[in-house]
T-cell receptor
Framework: QQQVKQSPQSLIVQKGGISIINCAYE??????FPWYQQFPGKGPALLIA?????SEKKEGRFTISFNKSAKQFSLHIMDSQPGDSATYFC????????????FGKGTHLIIQP | KAGVTQTPRYLIKTRGQQVTLSCSPI?????VSWYQQTPGQGLQFLFE???????NKGNFPGRFSGRQFSNSRSEMNVSTLELGDSALYLC?????????????FGPGTRLTVL
């Protein structure tokens, strides 16, 4: 049972465009929603995270939009750059920290120059 | 400040053998979590240790075990290796246990089981 569903699986965006990755969850016990970026040969690195009492969080070119009633959240990368080409994972964690992070399957993002 | 280090970076074993992977967390971090990453299943939580105690465990068989030492360094062990255990094993450290503590990942140990 996949608790966090991520789409699309792969995404190609032109340089300067907006990259949008979506995630949906079922378990209302989730209380923390981070996004990770992973480059080949490296471990995932935290990009930005949000709690369910906030509908949007922005850090630089990265924005998380969160819709608690729809149980969906998304990552927007503004002014996408070739250096943003990587695999992106959404994740969720239950309140109390039980069970560790539950990850989506990942989105392979390619930014074309 | 040095990041999370994992050793070895690459490992080749045969079916039936056992393997031990090591993780050194960021200085001052007391919580260590382990994850398995495969192309088919993605990233899956194995277990978390805090103050030398296993706090949480994911849905993995008992062949997967771990421990944490008093200096917060952690090891995970996989016994009776199976072909399906081939994966990238990632260690993540955080200052403390708890849902909002940011987890910093190491580069992983790539395990190949032949």
């Amino acid at each position: 049972q996949q608790q966090v569903k991520q789409s699309p699986q792969s995404l190609i965006v032109q340089k300067g465009g907006i990259s949008i990755i979506n995630c949906a969850y079922e378990n209302t016990a989730f209380d923390y929603f981070p996004w990770y970026q992973q480059f080949p040969g490296k471990g995932p690195a935290l990009l930005i995270a949000i709690r369910p009492d906030v509908s949007e969080k922005k850090e630089g070119r990265f924005t998380i939009s969160f819709n608690k009633s729809a149980k969906q959240f998304s990552l927007h990368i503004m002014d996408s750059q070739p250096g943003d080409s990587a695999t992106y994972f959404c994740a969720a964690r239950k309140g109390g920290g039980a069970d560790g992070l539950t990850f989506g399957k990942g989105t392979h993002l390619i930014i074309q120059p | 400040k040095a990041g999370v280090t994992q050793t070895p970076r690459y490992l080749i074993k045969t079916r039936g053998q056992q393997v031990t992977l090591s993780c050194s967390p960021i200085s001052g971090h007391r919580s260590v979590s382990w994850y398995q990453q495969t192309p088919g299943q993605g990233l899956q939580f194995l277990f978390e240790y805090f103050s030398e105690t296993q706090r949480n465990k994911g849905n993995f068989p008992g062949r997967f075990s771990g421990r944490q030492f008093s200096n917060s360094r952690s090891e995970m062990n996989v016994s009776t290796l199976e072909l399906g255990d081939s994966a990238l094993y990632l260690c993540a450290s955080s200052r403390a246990s708890g849902v909002y503590n940011e987890q910093f990942f190491g580069p992983g140990t790539r395990l190949t089981v032949l």
